[in-house]
């Protein structure tokens, strides 16, 4: 490793990173933060992944750490993949880190940060510790497709009673694996949903009709419950189907993960010792069993015996994105319950050091008329203060851009509409690559019709 240089200004990061542009105020005080349980909100737009891989290059710099001592957690495959070559081009380009195959000044190859996805990390976990609580390593992960079959198998060996529960077998398989995952993620199971059914539903039993709903609203509660107590019995039969065939889903990942972590707390030790630096992406589409495992991992004692561990999440409560699958928004909102500060260490004089939040609000992708839209809309989040979000802000060179809306009569035209809007931005600017032009769309559905419209 090279000596450590004083990276205390911009303009010295930007020397130090060779990069084209200058981090702004902002960007630069979450990229030098202590080595300290931190949040950074990252509005939309505001350069998160940017942020992210100079910290490390600046930790790294200032001979903080050793690239192979930190972390990086993300969601998808793609996101993973995309977070590791910005921290690995942006350490090469600082000389810090050797092109592969380089060997090191004790002639070993050179060791690069950690970048995984958070299910990817869980099973690492459990591939290295996972005996320690009776998980058999070769346990192996199935897909959806493979769910899906399996639940069916589950549903068709059950023996026990269903009356209440009579939607059609392609629609109880949904049910059936969407609870499922639910229990996981939350780290709820099935006796413990049913202790809550025993308590809740004789409350609604004898509930009187309100004004507005009428019996048929407290009717139809009833029957929730009672479907549910139904669908319970074919998560077990499916849940001991996986077991009895040795295998597991992703949420069962996390779920072993956080137990894992929760029940040996020397594996957080190691965890610890292993890294010094972790940054955990997109922290507001955390699950409640995710951000377990995390805590229970990262925010153990100090070597020294203090409080405390130097863990980075970067995340925005106004992009949440997977509450359906049961990530809660509450995680980066109670950070700091999760991962408290750093405390004195015992039988010392060192003050604690409170967890610290950066935020991030000049939108670098879009104009000013864009950003404009976007804050009136999203007016009502921000009036929330519990979510530390502010208005996005543009860039100083942003131009004003333009915002138009259209109503047309029919799906149809809206489809034809947005694929002559395409081509005419396309056909206006000469420098403009298909590639630059972006459409959004309300889900997966809708994307495939946009998609047909633009290629036909």
Same mark, same amino acid.
């Given at each position: 490793?090279?000596?450590?240089?004083?990276?205390?200004?911009?303009?010295?990061?930007?020397?130090?990173?060779?990069?084209?542009?200058?981090?702004?105020?902002?960007?630069?005080?979450?990229?030098?933060?202590?080595?300290?349980?931190?949040?950074?909100?990252?509005?939309?737009?505001?350069? $998160?992944?940017?942020?992210?891989?100079?910290?490390?290059?600046?930790?790294?710099?200032?001979?903080?750490? +050793?690239? *192979?001592?930190?972390?990086?957690?993300?969601?998808?495959?793609?996101?993973?993949?995309?977070?590791?070559?910005?921290? +690995?081009?942006?350490?090469?380009?600082?000389?810090? @880190?050797?092109?592969?195959?380089?060997?090191?000044?004790?002639?070993?190859?050179?060791?690069?940060?950690? %970048?995984?996805?958070?299910?990817?990390?869980?099973?690492?976990?459990?591939?290295?510790?996972?005996?320690?609580?009776?998980?058999?390593?070769?346990?192996? %992960?199935?897909?959806?497709?493979?769910?899906?079959?399996?639940?069916?198998?589950?549903?068709?060996?059950?023996?026990?009673?269903?009356?209440? @529960?009579?939607?059609?077998?392609?629609?109880?398989?949904?049910?059936?694996?969407?609870?499922?995952?639910?229990?996981? *993620?939350?780290?709820?199971?099935?006796?413990?949903?049913?202790?809550?059914?025993?308590?809740?539903?004789?409350?609604?039993?004898?509930?009187?009709?309100?004004?507005?709903?009428?019996?048929?609203?407290?009717?139809?509660?009833?029957?929730?419950?009672?479907?549910?107590?139904?669908?319970?019995?074919?998560?077990?039969?499916?849940? +001991?189907?996986?077991?009895?065939?040795?295998?597991?889903?992703?949420?069962?990942?996390?779920?072993?993960?956080?137990?894992?972590?929760?029940?040996?707390?020397? %594996?957080?030790?190691?965890?610890?010792?292993?890294?010094?630096?972790?940054?955990?992406?997109?922290?507001?589409?955390?699950?409640?069993?995710?951000?377990?495992?995390?805590?229970?991992?990262?925010?153990?004692?100090?070597?020294?015996?203090?409080?405390?561990?130097?863990?980075?999440?970067?995340?925005?409560?106004?992009?949440?994105?997977?509450?359906?699958?049961?990530?809660?928004?509450?995680?980066?909102?109670?950070?700091?319950?999760?991962?408290?500060?750093?405390?004195?260490?015992?039988?010392?004089?060192?003050?604690?050091?409170?967890?610290?939040?950066?935020?991030?609000?000049?939108?670098?992708?879009?104009?000013?008329?864009?950003?404009?839209?976007?804050?009136?809309?999203?007016?009502?989040?921000?009036?929330?203060?519990?979510?530390?979000?502010?208005?996005?802000?543009? $860039?100083?060179?942003?131009?004003?851009?333009? %915002?138009?809306?259209?109503?047309?009569?029919?799906?149809?035209?809206?489809?034809?509409?947005?694929?002559?809007?395409?081509?005419?931005?396309?056909?206006?600017?000469?420098?403009?690559?298909?590639?630059?032009?972006?459409?959004?769309?309300?889900?997966?559905?809708?994307?495939?019709?946009?998609?047909?419209?633009?290629?036909?």
């Amino acid at each position: 490793m090279t000596s450590a240089r004083v990276i205390d200004t911009p303009a010295a990061l930007r020397a130090v990173m060779g990069t084209d542009f200058e981090f702004s105020a902002q960007q630069f005080a979450a990229i030098s933060a202590p080595l300290a349980p931190a949040v950074v909100i990252a509005g939309a737009g505001s350069g $998160k992944t940017e942020v992210m891989a100079a910290r490390v290059v600046y930790l790294v710099a200032t001979g903080q750490v +050793r690239p *192979e001592q930190v972390l990086g957690l993300t969601f998808t495959t793609k996101a993973a993949s995309e977070l590791l070559a910005r921290v +690995r081009g942006s350490l090469r380009r600082a000389g810090l @880190l050797d092109e592969p195959g380089a060997a090191g000044e004790a002639g070993e190859e050179q060791q690069e940060p950690t %970048v995984a996805t958070y299910n990817a990390y869980a099973a690492n976990l459990l591939t290295e510790h996972g005996l320690r609580i009776g998980h058999e390593p070769d346990t192996r %992960v199935i897909a959806d497709a493979s769910r899906y079959q399996l639940a069916a198998r589950a549903i068709s060996r059950h023996r026990r009673s269903v009356t209440a @529960l009579t939607d059609h077998l392609d629609t109880v398989i949904g049910y059936l694996l969407q609870l499922d995952g639910q229990l996981a *993620e939350h780290l709820v199971g099935p006796d413990q949903l049913r202790a809550w059914h025993r308590a809740e539903r004789p409350r609604w039993a004898g509930a009187e009709p309100g004004p507005k709903g009428g019996r048929g609203k407290i009717d139809a509660i009833l029957s929730a419950f009672d479907r549910r107590e139904e669908l319970l019995g074919l998560v077990e039969d499916y849940r +001991r189907l996986k077991a009895d065939l040795g295998l597991m889903d992703f949420s069962d990942q996390i779920a072993l993960g956080a137990r894992l972590a929760t029940e040996c707390p020397e %594996v957080g030790q190691l965890e610890r010792d292993r890294y010094a630096v972790v940054l955990l992406d997109e922290y507001q589409d955390t699950s409640v069993a995710q951000a377990n495992m995390l805590s229970a991992l990262f925010s153990g004692p100090t070597p020294e015996g203090g409080r405390g561990h130097a863990v980075t999440a970067v995340g925005d409560p106004n992009q949440a994105i997977y509450g359906w699958r049961g990530a809660s928004v509450s995680n980066i909102l109670g950070f700091a319950e999760d991962f408290p500060p750093v405390t004195a260490v015992p039988g010392t004089a060192a003050p604690a050091t409170a967890g610290a939040v950066y935020t991030l609000t000049v939108n670098r992708r879009s104009d000013r008329r864009i950003l404009a839209t976007a804050n009136h809309l999203a007016a009502p989040l921000y009036a929330d203060a519990r979510t530390r979000s502010a208005r996005l802000e543009p $860039k100083p060179e942003a131009g004003q851009g333009r %915002v138009r809306a259209a109503l047309l009569e029919t799906y149809d035209d809206e489809l034809a509409f947005l694929a002559e809007q395409v081509v005419a931005a396309h056909a206006q600017r000469s420098e403009l690559a298909w590639r630059d032009i972006g459409v959004l769309t309300r889900d997966n559905a809708h994307a495939a019709d946009v998609y047909d419209a633009l290629i036909g």
